[in-house]
């Protein structure tokens, strides 16, 4: 094993433990859990890495690194998530070679994204980003659509060519009456992802939590966990 192998390998394995201890402590099956890597800021040659212990889901947030990393490891079975706010003129670039994009917040992206997977013939997975300290008819700080806004939005995305709606996203806010309640956060969005199903019983993924309140994400019920650091480490981004 080389040295990079090896930080990786104990890293994963740490995370691993932290999934299957509150997935334990809530009472779920690990297996309703999967974990998916956030890869920005690191090469290719750790996503080679990771692939080789085992990870199959990774993101990315920006498509400029993105998309010569998805290339660099087009060989490999992974799945990618675009994870980052998306600007309209990046889609057709990001279009393809994710699988999912967790970060739809308006229906201009909605349009934009169905054009780019009809002509590059895939189907795209969607997630509604709710952002949890917007008021109606705002985005959010970090991106995401108000909560008054989903079901609109839910609707556009599964009447939409070449989209699949998979469920909701979010990130933990930083302002708003759900700063620094990361658990209270992620039991709302547990709510509006009840809702969603009444009409749409297949958008059933909930991509909550990141390296420091994983925890809180699962036990609130999130399917999908998106863990850098706590994987990766800390190291000096690509630049």
């Known amino acids: 094993m080389t040295e990079r192998k090896e930080q990786l390998a104990a890293n994963l394995a740490r995370v691993e433990e932290r999934i299957a201890s509150v997935c334990a402590a809530a009472g779920r099956a690990r297996e309703e859990v999967t974990l998916i890597v956030v890869t920005k800021n690191y090469p290719a040659s750790d996503v080679r890495i990771l692939h080789g212990l085992g990870v199959r889901q990774v993101a990315e947030n920006r498509d400029q690194d993105a998309a010569p990393k998805a290339a660099a490891c087009a060989d490999l079975s992974l799945s990618w998530h675009f994870v980052g706010q998306l600007q309209t003129n990046k889609v057709r670039s990001v279009a393809g070679y994710a699988d999912v994009v967790q970060s739809?917040?308006?229906?201009?992206?909605?349009?934009?994204?169905?054009?780019?997977?009809?002509?590059?013939?895939?189907?795209?997975?969607?997630?509604?980003?709710?952002?949890?300290?917007?008021?109606?008819?705002?985005?959010?700080?970090?991106?995401?659509?108000?909560?008054?806004?989903?079901?609109?939005?839910?609707?556009?995305?599964?009447?939409?060519?070449?989209?699949?709606?998979?469920?909701?996203?979010?990130?933990?806010?930083?302002?708003?009456?759900?700063?620094?309640?990361?658990?209270?956060?992620?039991?709302?969005?547990?709510?509006?992802?009840?809702?969603?199903?009444?009409?749409?019983?297949?958008?059933n993924m909930v991509s909550a939590g990141m390296s420091a309140d994983l925890e809180d994400a699962i036990a609130a019920g999130a399917t999908h966990v998106r863990v850098g650091t706590a994987v990766l480490g800390v190291r000096p981004g690509l630049g």
Do not use: W, Y
């Open 104 to 203: 739809v917040d308006r229906t201009k992206l909605v349009t934009a994204l169905s054009s780019a997977a009809g002509r590059g013939g895939r189907e795209l997975g969607c997630l509604i980003q709710v952002a949890l300290d917007a008021e109606s008819g705002e985005r959010g700080a970090r991106g995401g659509v108000a909560p008054d806004g989903i079901e609109e939005l839910a609707d556009a995305v599964a009447a939409a060519p070449g989209l699949r709606l998979d469920g909701l996203m979010t990130v933990a806010p930083l302002a708003g009456p759900f700063a620094g309640r990361q658990r209270a956060a992620f039991d709302r969005l547990m709510e509006f992802s009840s809702r969603l199903r009444g009409n749409h019983p297949a958008a």
